[in-house]
């Protein structure tokens, strides 16, 4: 299957809409496709909001919207439905069952208590990170760790206050809005095992939708004797291209910490270690202040 992606920002906009509402369009129980939606988004719409709207959430907020990310705020911005997760407190027979109502991409005009949260989330799970059992620290912040968290803290928020503005878009993914060096990659955020996620926002849209665009094609293996799915080869030449321009991008404090762990090795032109795993090889880290003895253990991930 052969697949024009439009390269032009606001061509490629429509495209995503039009695309995906027709891939969520197929009804899942009757469609005779290789690939069909969940049942949740049969049928979902994009809400995009106008410019009015989007002046009138950054006086809100207290924030200020890339023109990239205003764009995607106007054509795309959220669906029309959320996700119904249902789920008990505990795994007892007669456990009540309670239901969480998960945004697609973020209501900015509804989604209040969620996007501020999401707009914690960055300082607060880093910051566990710091005092809690991964001892995250940054070989910038300095040789020697302070003892107390307070002291700790103090480091960190300076450090913090310094970083460029994280907008939330959806879950634990974040824009980085660097207004003044204009990169807006967007950054996957768990503590601080933090991924690029797409180094712009074509880039990540694609990586974040790629089974709502519908960029599979079913391959037929002659040894296994089967079909499988892969990813179409012009998502893949996007993103080899995009991992070798990385080589030469910087994102401002944000790089650091990154790289901290080897599991952001995929970002800057660095490879994760051994991808093929063949051999075990542990998430470290790559910096430990040289007043103490620490073992390059494999980080412990939070549930946060």
């Not at 650091?256 to 995929?266: H, N, P, Q, R």
């Not at 795993?277 to 880290?285: E, G, H």
């Amino acid at each position: 299957m052969s697949l024009e992606i439009p390269e032009d920002y606001i061509e490629f906009l429509h495209w995503v809409k039009e695309r995906t509402e027709s891939f969520w369009s197929k009804n899942p129980e009757t469609s005779e496709d290789d690939f069909v939606c969940e049942d949740w988004i049969y049928g979902a719409k994009w809400i995009g909001l106008t410019q009015e709207e989007i002046d009138a959430i950054e006086e809100e907020y207290q924030i200020t919207f890339s023109p990239e990310h205003r764009a995607f705020l106007n054509i795309l911005h959220t669906i029309d439905r959320k996700e119904v997760i249902e789920y008990t407190d505990s795994f007892e027979d007669d456990a009540e069952v309670k239901f969480n109502h998960r945004p697609f991409f973020y209501n900015w005009k509804k989604d209040t208590e969620e996007i501020k949260e999401a707009m914690e989330w960055p300082y607060r799970t880093i910051f566990e990170d710091v005092t809690g059992s991964n001892k995250v620290w940054l070989k910038s912040w300095g040789s020697v760790r302070p003892k107390s968290d307070e002291d700790k803290e103090k480091i960190f928020s300076e450090w913090f206050k310094k970083t460029p503005k994280l907008l939330p878009i959806t879950s634990h993914r974040s824009v980085v809005c660097d207004l003044v060096s204009k990169q807006e990659p967007v950054l996957s955020i768990w503590g601080s095992d933090i991924i690029v996620y797409g180094w712009n926002m074509r880039h990540y849209l694609l990586n974040e939708l790629k089974e709502h665009l519908d960029l599979f094609e079913l391959v037929y293996d002659k040894e296994d004797d089967e079909w499988y799915h892969e990813f179409v080869k012009e998502l893949g030449e996007i993103n080899i291209s995009e991992y070798e321009q990385s080589k030469t991008k910087d994102i401002p404090l944000w790089k650091e910490m990154i790289l901290y762990w080897s599991s952001g090795w995929s970002s800057f032109g660095k490879e994760y270690p051994n991808p093929n795993n063949d051999v075990l090889i542990p998430i470290v880290k790559s910096f430990v202040p040289e007043d103490e003895e620490e073992e390059d253990t494999q980080k412990t991930f939070n549930s946060f």
